[in-house]
C-alpha cells in the first residue's frame, strides 16, 4: 500500500529549470534515505542525488551545481530542483526511498513510476 507518486516533469527548453517532486503516501512509519535516478534512452539507470534521513546530500559530477535535492519529512517529498537543464539531462527519472510502513518489520526499497523530463537544445 506504501507508494511514491512522482510528479513535476515535462518538456523545457535548456538553460531552463523543472522541479520534480516524489511524495511517500499509505500507511507509513518511517522513512530513511531518499534518492533520484534517472534513466536516458539507450543508458543504465544513474543514480543522481542522495539525501540522508538527517538532510546529507550527495550528487552525480554531471549535476553538481545545477541540481538541488532536498526533502520535507512533513509531508514525506522529496524534491529534485533542476537548473541549467541541459539536453543531456533528458531521461526519465526515478525517486526512490528506504521505507518502513506502519505494519511492516523491515525497510524496504520503493521506487517511484518515473517522470519524463526532456531537455530541448
Known amino acids: 500500500q506504501v507508494q511514491l507518486v512522482e510528479s513535476g516533469g515535462g518538456l523545457v527548453q535548456a538553460g531552463g529549470s523543472l522541479r520534480l517532486s516524489c511524495a511517500a503516501s499509505?500507511?507509513?512509519?518511517?522513512?530513511?534515505?531518499m534518492d533520484w535516478y534517472r534513466q536516458a534512452p539507450g543508458k543504465q539507470r544513474e543514480l543522481v542525488a542522495v539525501?540522508?534521513?538527517?538532510?546529507?546530500?550527495k550528487y552525480a559530477d554531471s549535476v553538481k551545481g545545477r541540481f538541488t535535492i532536498f526533502r520535507d519529512n512533513a509531508k514525506k517529498t522529496v524534491y529534485l530542483q533542476m537548473n541549467s537543464l541541459k539536453p543531456e539531462d533528458t531521461a526519465v527519472y526515478y525517486c526512490?526511498?528506504?521505507?518502513?510502513?506502519?505494519?511492516?518489520?523491515?525497510?524496504?526499497?520503493?521506487w517511484g513510476q518515473g517522470t519524463q523530463v526532456t531537455v530541448s537544445s
Open positions: 526512490r526511498a528506504d521505507i518502513k510502513g506502519d505494519d511492516s518489520r523491515w525497510f524496504r526499497n520503493y
Open positions: 499509505g500507511s507509513i512509519f518511517s522513512i530513511n534515505g
Open positions: 539525501i540522508s534521513s538527517g538532510g546529507s546530500t
